[in-house]
């Protein structure tokens, strides 16, 4: 019995103590899949048992390999699998420089024309100053750079990734986030990515299983699940929002403002430096939109969408209510008061106007477009 | 004063300490190596066997070790398949001795050396492809390093020093078993004051030089890389 060559197929069942997990999906063998959820709902287990770090009971194939099948007897122990690992703390071998770190699991022969050698490697995370530097000098934004390409180096199948952005300081991890799209766009691997914070799994991720107390609740791309309004609060509150795909259209030197084209209707965002014709993905976030049942007029917020209420869902014990406004070819997530929505007399169907506010986007707003 | 009476308890000495001290590296890396990884709940008692030379007095040691390496024991049986009678009383006899007493001096340092970095660094390397055997070699071994200088130097200089057991096992041969400690016993028992003196304050000296080395080392070793 062997797997289908295009995804990864794990399924795990078993328990730590109090916490049990039980857990099956899917992920293809290209792009990035988000393992998300929070803290203690198991996704750093489920990594360390597709590394066999971590024994649980099941099955997991990767392609056509399979490397855990308990049927069978079969369980591939850790270096006898293809893998890369990047751990929330770089993990850097403290006695070995940075280019020894870098060269400890590298393979000579390349698996394939695509995979990439160790100059490539350095240049593309802009390594190549530091590589007879001790680890313990390095910044952690640095040490975590060394252990990406530690980790790509070993020519791996799969590369997965616990959380590799969340023990930085935000400014770092600003820092690190374009090379992991860098690496997103110029590597064809597929790369699991576990973490619990939706803004970077929205700049990154193409695919999300969502988890909670070891369980799946949701598995799909990411557009879609974000649109979905019954996952909350898996998907976060206050944080929770969608991602379109939008090009950018022309950038306002006068005001300083990049507009951006998305199915017509265009978004005014504050300046980034992008090429005109890139796509990109811009993140909305639920609390940012507003929403208006007449068209605005005489008013400071620069982007408004015409569409129709597809969805609405009241929390009930809270102020709040969640919406989903189709804006043709792309849906909002609007979070309002439960007492707007009575007023203005919302309901499905609806027509209804989206506002939302030019400086809510920032540069961790946008991410790479999905493959 | 005959030089070459006090050079031969030197030389024998040292010798023992060294061949004691390589024996320990090879026989407890793998001791220490399972106490901090393996996961058995017995392994404690394994440990405790291991350090029990630290309170055992030195004589109860070299009674039993005199029983095990005489002539009814499993030393008289090895010796028997090399022509000879009992272990007891002979230079290897002091090897196998000495190696029991001092074990705790070396595998302790080793054991927590392998601890104190936990898991990661091995399983860092584990996804880097490395078999078992190369993880160790590679990683685990050089990041115990402190813990091996420490005790090699602590399982060398407590060979220097032991008396007790020695003189259950060894006796006094001259050449053969007749070490240092003993000597300065016996200069003292035979009231030749000169010599005691320049052996004693030989062996002040270097455990001296090896106590302030070790705590050196320690600082340096303790800070972070270059």
């Known amino acids: 019995m062997s797997g289908t060559p295009e995804t990864i197929e794990a399924a795990f069942t078993g328990s730590r103590g109090d916490f049990l997990l039980e857990v099956a999906f899917e992920a293809p063998m290209r792009g990035i899949t988000a393992l998300f959820g929070p803290s203690g709902s198991g996704k750093t287990t489920i990594l360390r048992c597709l590394a066999g770090l971590d024994r649980m009971a099941g099955r997991l194939s990767v392609g056509q390999e399979v490397w855990q099948d308990d049927d069978a007897g079969l369980f591939r122990r850790t270096h006898q699998r293809s893998i890369g690992y990047v751990f929330q703390e770089a993990s850097l071998f403290p006695h070995l420089s940075a280019r020894k770190n870098l060269t400890y699991g590298m393979r000579h022969e390349r698996p394939s024309t695509e995979a990439l050698t160790f100059d490539e490697i350095v240049s593309l995370l802009d390594v190549g100053h530091l590589l007879d530097r001790d680890p313990s000098t390095l910044s952690g934004g640095e040490r975590q750079r060394i252990a990406v390409g530690r980790a790509l180096l070993s020519q791996p199948r799969l590369l997965l990734m616990d959380e590799p952005l969340s023990a930085l300081d935000r400014q770092t991890k600003d820092e690190l986030l374009p090379y992991f799209e860098m690496l997103h766009r110029q590597l064809t691997l597929p790369i699991l990515y576990v973490s619990h914070d939706i803004a970077e799994v929205s700049q990154l991720a193409d695919r999300m299983v969502v988890l909670a107390d070891g369980r799946k609740i949701a598995e799909g791309s990411l557009v879609d699940i974000l649109e979905r309004l019954d996952l909350q609060p898996a998907t976060g509150r206050f944080e929770a929002g969608v991602v379109l795909i939008a090009r950018v259209i022309s950038q306002d030197k006068a005001f300083n403002l990049t507009r951006l084209d998305h199915h017509g209707q265009t978004f005014s965002i504050p300046a980034v430096d992008l090429q005109i014709g890139e796509e990109v993905r811009l993140r909305v976030r639920a609390r940012d939109v507003a929403l208006s049942t007449e068209s605005p007029t005489g008013m400071s917020i620069r982007n408004v969408f015409a569409g129709t209420i597809v969805e609405l869902r009241e929390e009930p014990g809270t102020a709040f209510a969640e919406t989903l406004v189709d804006i043709g070819g792309g849906r909002l997530r609007a979070r309002i008061t439960r007492e707007a929505a009575s007023d203005l007399s919302l309901k499905i169907g609806r027509p209804v106007f989206a506002l939302v506010k030019s400086i809510s986007f920032d540069r961790r707003s946008l991410g790479q477009k999905a493959v | ?226």
Do not use: C
């Not at chain 2, 030197?10 to 390589?22: C, F, K, N």
């Not at chain 2, 393996?38 to 040691?61: D, F, G, H, Y």
């Open chain 2, 1 to 226: 004063m005959n030089t070459a009476e006090l050079w031969s308890p030197i030389r024998l000495t040292l010798e023992l300490a060294s061949i004691t001290t390589i024996v320990l590296l090879i026989i407890g890396t793998p001791i220490a190596w399972w106490l901090a990884r393996s996961e058995a709940r017995w392994k404690e008692v394994v440990a405790a066997i291991v350090a029990v030379p630290l309170v055992l007095p030195p004589t109860v040691l070299g009674f039993y070790l005199l029983i095990a390496l005489g002539p009814d024991g499993p030393g008289g049986w090895i010796a028997g398949l090399f022509g000879g009678r009992s272990l007891a009383f002979t230079f290897e006899g002091l090897v196998i001795g000495s190696v029991f007493y001092s074990m705790p001096f070396v595998v302790q340092p080793i054991r927590n050396s392998f601890e104190v970095f936990g898991d990661r660094p091995l399983e860092v390397a584990a996804t880097l492809r490395a078999s078992p055997w190369k993880v160790f070699w590679t990683v685990a071994i050089p990041l115990a390093r402190p813990g091996f200088i420490t005790g090699a130097v602590l399982g060398f200089a407590h060979t220097v020093g032991e008396f007790g057991v020695i003189l259950m096992i060894g006796g006094n041969i001259p050449g053969e078993t007749k070490v240092l400690s003993i000597t300065v016993y016996d200069y003292v028992e035979s009231l030749k004051w000169a010599e005691a003196h320049i052996l004693a304050g030989g062996m002040l000296a270097f455990a001296f030089a090896v106590i302030l080395s070790m705590m050196l080392l320690d600082r340096r070793l303790g800070r972070p890389g270059p």
